[in-house]
C-alpha cells in the first residue's frame, strides 16, 4: 500500500541536488524499510535476472551485479510502494509523480575488489530529464576510503561515452562511435574536479542524477560490501536515444511483454515521452 503523508525536505538539499546533481540523506529510511529493502536484494541474488553478471577484476575478489531483472518488477515496486523513497525523490524535484524504473544490485566479497572506474549511467539508459534519481544504499557502513565518489554539477553535461569496465583500461569506451565524447581521466587528474563523498551507514541514502559522473567504491582485504541501487523517474522524462539503441524490429521481438519495460523504451523515437504500463506508478 502506498504512503499518503509527503515527505518535507531541507529546500537546501533540493538546491543542492538541482545543482550539484547530488545529496547525502543521512538516516532516512526506517528499520522496516531497511528490512524490506535487505529482503529484496536477497531475493535479487537468489533469482539472478538476465543482466546478472560477474564484472571483470584483477583483483581476487568478487564483483557482481545484477539490473533490470523483469521477474523483479513486482516485488520492487511493493518495496517501493511502501517506503520513504519516492517521496523524497518527489520533494527534490518539487513534483507529485513518481514512477519506479528499475533495482540494481551490487555484491563485492571474498576478497579486495578493484575500484569502480568513473562513469555516468545515463549513456547505458534511453532516457533523459530532471526529474530522474537514483537511490544508493550500502547494508554495511561505508568507511571514508571506500565511499562512492561524485563529480559536483557533472549532471548538466556533457554526457560521455561509457565505460566498458574493462580491467586494464578504465576509460575504454562502451561506443567508440564517436557520437558521445570519451570519459576524462578523472583519476589521473583529481585535483581538477570538484569531488564529493560520504561515508555512510544503514539507512542512509545517497541520492544523485544519473548523469552525475560517479566512480570509486573499491573494497579492500576482508571487506564486503552489498548495495542496491533504485531508479525513478518523473513527469519530464521522455526517451534519449543512445548510440546502439535496438530497431523498431529488433525490439518488437525482445521486447514483449515479458520483457523489461526498459527494453521498450530503446526502440521509441527521441522525445517520446518515457512510458510504458509496466512501470509501476508509485505516487500518487
Known sequence: M???????IDPVLVTRYREDGVVH???????????????????????????????????????????ANPAALTRYAALT????????????WGESQVWFMYEQVFAKSGAAT??????QDAPYLPVRGDHLSVAWLSFEPVAAPEALEFIRGSHRGPIYD??????DDDAA???????????????????????????TEPGDVVMF??????????TSENRSRHTLSLRFFGPDAVVAARPGSQSAE????????????LTRMRALADGTPFRDDAFPRLRP
Not at 542524477?209 to 573499491?218: E, S, V
Open 2 to 8: 502506498a504512503r499518503s503523508t509527503a515527505l518535507s
Open 25 to 67: 540523506l543521512p538516516g532516512v529510511l526506517s528499520p522496516q524499510t531497511l528490512e524490506r529493502a535487505q529482503e529484496a536484494y536477497h531475493w535479487s541474488l537468489a533469482n539472478p535476472g538476465p543482466g546478472a553478471a560477474r564484472l571483470p577484476d584483477r583483483n581476487p575478489g568478487t564483483f557482481y551485479q545484477d539490473l
Open 162 to 167: 561509457g565505460s566498458r569496465f574493462d580491467p
Open 250 to 261: 529488433r525490439a518488437a521481438s525482445s521486447g514483449g511483454a515479458d520483457a523489461h519495460p
Open 114 to 119: 578493484r575500484r569502480t572506474p568513473w562513469h
Open 209 to 218: 542524477h544519473p548523469a552525475a559522473l560517479h566512480g570509486g567504491a573499491a
Open 81 to 92: 510502494r511502501a517506503c520513504e523513497l519516492p517521496d523524497l525523490v518527489a520533494a527534490l
Open 173 to 199: 569506451p562502451l561506443y567508440g562511435d564517436g557520437s558521445l565524447p570519451p570519459l576524462p581521466d578523472i583519476e589521473a587528474q583529481r585535483e581538477r574536479w570538484p569531488i564529493v563523498s560520504w561515508a
